[in-house]
């Protein structure tokens, strides 16, 4: 599967294209950049570290930009670290577990798996995927300390951020993971060598090492070289979604469904929701023009929002699955067919949602009070005379009504809802 497209920018548009969808952070010296993604075709990579079994948002917008980098005719290379995982990127707080090489490797296989659907392996300019422990893993420490320690200085690495927090700190630094910097610049080194490669990309919170490769080329090979940080992606108060903090996206189906996919973008805020179409998604400039004024004309009507889930679900999950994300959203609120939506993703649905367990003959009134949609047995039977309760969208009429086995959706469970969107799932034992 490639990504889903609309747009084909040339050689001398993408820089323009990328600075439009705000996609440039920061970037090596912008005037020589642009003239060389304009004289085109050229090599670009950015590398992603196994450090987890799935990519995650951050990731995708790197995937994104190499997706756009090559429908602009340039080359992209998409390395997965199996030696930088077995090190790991500094952390400003603590030093990071090391995974063993069996586990690192498992890794690798799965997120190389991930990044291949979003890049083209044919034509003249096809992408390829590599690895950097074919480079690493033969170099002996002497041959390393000689022929690339040698180019890096103690004051210059002193100052990257990460490490400057980590010496400033109770946990210090180790020796292996201060050495990070020097493996990924020896990648940008290596790429540069061998694939005529002088591009990398990643986030602006990776600048220091996006330096250190672009530091060592110059050191090594008297050539320059670029570099482009891309900005973080947060929320509209700042908050970064990321790993450490627990608020990752992932884009592994197993970790992160593809309805819960779909919801984080359907949540977005009206602040964030043009910006994360101009990241996100291959509309073009005239869509999202007439979608920014859908948000500032019709708030309510949620249609950027919408457009937005559909895209980047589609792009990451398929047409199949945003569709059943989008079916089974519907239909929890209101205006779809439970009943239609599939097992799966109806789990999925479900799962954010309070919930109890019931078997049929149970009273609705005692369900609703143990899920904490009324606060007492009284208060919902008022809430079903009143006619606010529903089961599975459909309103309840008897204030004795108890659940019955038609009510469980696929055998297992049904949908308590109380008013327009106070939801609550019950789960057959």
Same mark, same amino acid.
């Given at each position: 599967?490639?990504?889903?497209?609309?747009?084909?920018?040339?050689?001398?548009?993408?820089?323009?294209?990328?600075?439009?969808?705000?996609?440039?952070?920061?970037?090596?010296?912008?005037?020589?950049?642009?003239a060389a993604l304009a004289a085109?075709?050229?090599?670009?990579?950015?590398?992603?570290?196994?450090?987890?079994?799935?990519?995650?948002?951050?990731?995708?917008?790197?995937?994104?930009?190499?997706?756009?980098?090559?429908?602009?005719?340039?080359?992209?290379?998409?390395?997965?670290?199996?030696?930088?995982?077995?090190?790991?990127?500094?952390?400003?707080?603590?030093?990071?577990?090391?995974?063993?090489?069996?586990?690192?490797?498992?890794?690798?296989?799965?997120?190389?798996?991930?990044?291949?659907?979003?890049?083209?392996?044919?034509?003249?300019?096809?992408?390829?995927?590599?690895?950097?422990?074919?480079?690493?893993?033969?170099?002996?420490?002497?041959?390393?300390?000689?022929?690339?320690?040698?180019?890096?200085?103690?004051?210059?690495?002193?100052?990257?951020?990460?490490?400057?927090?980590?010496?400033?700190?109770?946990?210090?630094?180790?020796?292996?993971?201060?050495?990070?910097?020097?493996?990924?610049?020896?990648?940008?080194?290596?790429?540069?060598?061998?694939?005529?490669?002088?591009?990398?990309?990643?986030?602006?919170?990776?600048?220091?090492?996006?330096?250190?490769?672009?530091?060592?080329?110059?050191?090594?090979?008297?050539?320059?070289?670029?570099?482009?940080?891309?900005?973080?992606?947060?929320?509209?108060?700042?908050?970064?979604?990321?790993?450490?903090?627990?608020?990752?996206?992932?884009?592994?189906?197993?970790?992160?469904?593809?309805?819960?996919?779909?919801?984080?973008?359907?949540?977005?805020a009206d602040a964030d929701v043009?910006?994360?179409?101009?990241?996100?998604?291959?509309?073009?400039?005239?869509?999202?023009?007439?979608?920014?004024?859908?948000?500032?004309?019709?708030?309510?009507?949620?249609?950027?929002?919408?457009?937005?889930?559909?895209?980047?679900?589609?792009?990451?999950?398929?047409?199949?699955?945003?569709? #059943? $994300?989008? &079916?089974?959203?519907?239909? %929890?609120? !209101?205006?779809?067919?439970?009943?239609?939506?599939?097992?799966? =993703? +109806? @789990?999925?649905?479900?799962?954010?949602?309070?919930?109890?367990?019931?078997?049929?003959?149970?009273?609705?009134?005692?369900?609703?009070?143990?899920?904490?949609?009324?606060?007492?047995?009284?208060?919902?039977?008022?809430?079903?005379?009143?006619?606010?309760?529903?089961?599975?969208?459909?309103?309840?009429?008897?204030?004795? #009504? $108890?659940? &019955?086995?038609?009510?469980? %959706?696929? !055998?297992?469970?049904?949908?308590?809802?109380?008013?327009?969107? =106070? +939801? @609550?799932?019950?789960?057959?034992?």
């Amino acid at each position: 599967m490639l990504a889903r497209q609309h747009n084909d920018p040339s050689f001398a548009s993408v820089w323009e294209e990328l600075q439009w969808r705000g996609l440039v952070h920061v970037s090596t010296d912008e005037d020589a950049l642009a003239a060389a993604l304009a004289a085109g075709p050229i090599t670009a990579y950015c590398g992603f570290d196994p450090t987890a079994p799935s990519l995650h948002l951050g990731h995708l917008t790197q995937l994104l930009v190499l997706r756009r980098l090559q429908l602009a005719g340039h080359r992209p290379l998409g390395l997965v670290g199996g030696s930088t995982g077995l090190i790991g990127d500094p952390r400003p707080t603590s030093e990071r577990v090391l995974r063993t090489k069996d586990l690192v490797a498992d890794w690798v296989a799965r997120i190389q798996a991930q990044v291949a659907p979003f890049l083209d392996f044919e034509g003249p300019n096809a992408a390829e995927l590599v690895n950097n422990l074919d480079w690493t893993a033969p170099l002996s420490a002497i041959d390393f300390l000689r022929d690339i320690g040698k180019h890096y200085r103690i004051g210059t690495m002193l100052k990257k951020d990460a490490v400057a927090a980590r010496l400033n700190s109770d946990a210090g630094i180790s020796y292996t993971e201060f050495s990070y910097q020097i493996l990924q610049g020896y990648d940008f080194l290596e790429l540069y060598r061998s694939r005529g490669c002088v591009l990398q990309t990643g986030g602006s919170d990776q600048w220091g090492n996006l330096t250190s490769g672009i530091d060592l080329i110059r050191r090594a090979e008297g050539v320059s070289v670029h570099a482009i940080g891309t900005p973080l992606i947060t929320d509209s108060e700042g908050r970064k979604f990321s790993k450490s903090e627990g608020t990752a996206i992932w884009l592994d189906p197993s970790e992160t469904s593809p309805y819960a996919f779909f919801q984080f973008w359907l949540n977005s805020a009206d602040a964030d929701v043009v910006p994360r179409l101009k990241v996100f998604t291959f509309l073009d400039r005239e869509e999202i023009e007439a979608l920014e004024v859908a948000v500032r004309e019709r708030p309510g009507a949620r249609e950027a929002q919408r457009r937005l889930a559909w895209e980047v679900t589609a792009l990451v999950h398929g047409d199949a699955a945003a569709e #059943a $994300a989008r &079916a089974a959203s519907a239909a %929890l609120f !209101g205006s779809g067919d439970l009943a239609a939506v599939d097992a799966e =993703t +109806l @789990a999925a649905a479900l799962e954010e949602l309070p919930r109890t367990t019931g078997e049929p003959g149970r009273r609705l009134d005692e369900l609703l009070t143990t899920v904490g949609l009324a606060k007492s047995n009284g208060d919902a039977r008022r809430g079903i005379a009143q006619g606010g309760v529903y089961v599975n969208n459909r309103r309840v009429e008897d204030q004795d #009504a $108890a659940l &019955a086995e038609a009510d469980l %959706l696929h !055998g297992r469970f049904a949908v308590l809802r109380r008013g327009k969107r =106070t +939801l @609550a799932a019950v789960v057959a034992p």
